[in-house]
């Protein structure tokens, strides 16, 4: 299952929508201090269903929805979308036909918080099972965050464990 | 189980063996199961040893040095099991110009299995990607993405919709 | 004593909102006592607004604006009273061009009070000191220094005795 | 009190006798990976008396005693010596009227120590005496090490009060 674009509308610096192609090989981002990249890291995280606002360097969950600009004024919700190419690797039985797949989260002002997988309703429980199936973002060895790479070599012995047990 | 995890253990094992010295040009690293009788319960411990240089306690290690031992632990046990995407965000900001050249080439190699997100300040890095997102702020606060597709003679890539 | 020290805290508070916004070309920081009534006890609470965004948690910021920020915290301690020496492992290490730019002047600046050590991998920093000592290690795992004078045409500096 | 010169002999990688001079202005110190920059910061902190060997990277003290190398054995002491020029700035009265002040800090793989204060032995006290007389070493936002500016930011409010406190 490749990704094949992520939309974020609405999450951190992300304003406007925008739309972030994934190929095949090599993809890089660059840009100054502060531009955003990191926040796409998050974003990808959050749409894949991480629950703990810390994590994405926030102190509560609605700290991931745009707070705002010297111009501009905050936005009342945010939304990720991820869309995957079903390339016949590892998915779920329900997804088999669809060449698309895509999930989508959204977050509103007021705390409630909306999934859909394949633009219809679904529940959390339904996103996790998804991602479980196809083994996207259950290591944890997939996605090395900023800062955290030299954590590995200092970390204790336990914690270490647990990057062989998400292999395993 | 357990018999899954310590098979995962041995071939991460054997793969971080090969990966370090290939990073390192040289020297020799390992996994030591601090309690091999309680494999499940057991913590992983570290050894790493630069080429040329005495082993030691992997504290002692420079910063750099430090986060190429990381990094091969991490595609050691990504070579073992690969995921479909691996995003890597400035893990290259410690590394000197050698090192970052050896780990690029690695990036090359792995990318064939699965596709890389690199996210770098890094010169030397920033020639082996096969696109190029460019995030820019020019509206203070507001991120916006510019795309340039390498392999096919710098076309602009869609961003915005 | 409890006013030396609330003394201290305002005169390194000024200093702080003068240095953020040279660092950041714009925006505004400060420093804030959690408890104003038991400055002793109290704890600091940190602002930093980077220019054109919104106020919002100091650990929202980026890696960048979170290294910058500290820069310019421990610049502005210093500017009120300087240290003779002020020795920096890598500041720079998760800075962009720009912002490298703008922390090397403010060094230059400071070491007219006193003497500054900066160890780096940044080439635009290395074009800033006086002096440059090169460590190597050609005989593995032994360190060397080899130094050159950068105000004196490139002399050599004798470093082994 | 400026530092004139800082000599290594036998601490961490440093198996060779080092002499590196510090000028007025910007020294700067560049190299690859592991060949012994920041050890040279460590080399500063323990000659002006650091006493954890956990601040150092080492698990005990005797890991700052070269360990040897691929090519050769073990050495069986440390020793650095910082030697200050006295710009009459904040001298302690008993040195006043030497323009050169040294430090110098051993030891020995039998876990015996020695300090010396130009070149006469001294105890541990006497070190710390002249350090906080001077200033120099006891000012935590004077050694910035490699790794740990991000803390500041991600620090407790109370942890940061330690910074003012120094400046105090
Ligand atoms: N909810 C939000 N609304 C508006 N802006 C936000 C929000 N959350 C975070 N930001 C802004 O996003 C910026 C951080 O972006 P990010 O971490 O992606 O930067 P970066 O490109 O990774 O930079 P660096 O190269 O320094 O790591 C911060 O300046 C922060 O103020
Ligand atoms: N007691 C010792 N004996 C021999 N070598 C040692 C000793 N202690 C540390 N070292 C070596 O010193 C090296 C680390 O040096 P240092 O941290 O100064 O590197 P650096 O130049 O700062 O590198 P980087 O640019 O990656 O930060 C390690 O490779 C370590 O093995
Ligand atoms: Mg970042
Ligand atoms: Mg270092």
Known sequence: MRIKRLEIHGFKSFADRTVIHFGDGITGVVGPNGCGKSNIVDALRWAMGEQSAKHLRGAGMDDVIFAGSESRGPLGMAEVTITFKNDGSMVPPEYRDCSEISVTRRLFRDGTSEYLINRTRARLKDVFDLFLGTGIGTKSYSIIEQGRIGLIVTSKPEDRRSLIEDAA | SRER????????????????PRLFKGGQASLVLTDPSNPLESGVELLAQPPGKKLQS?????????????????????????????????VDAPLDDANVGRYNEMVKDMAQISQFILITHNKRTMEIPDRIYGITMEEPGISRVVGVDLKDTEKPLRVAS
Chains 1, 4 share one sequence.
């Open chain 2, 58 to 90: 992997v504290t002692l290690l420079s910063g750099g040095e430090k986060a190429l031992t990381a990094v091969a632990l991490i595609f050691g046990i990504f070579l073992i099991k690969p995921t479909p995407f691996c995003l890597l965000d400035e």
């Open chain 2, 5 to 20: 995890y310590v098979e995962t253990f041995h071939l991460v094992n054997e793969k971080f063996q090969l990966v370090f």
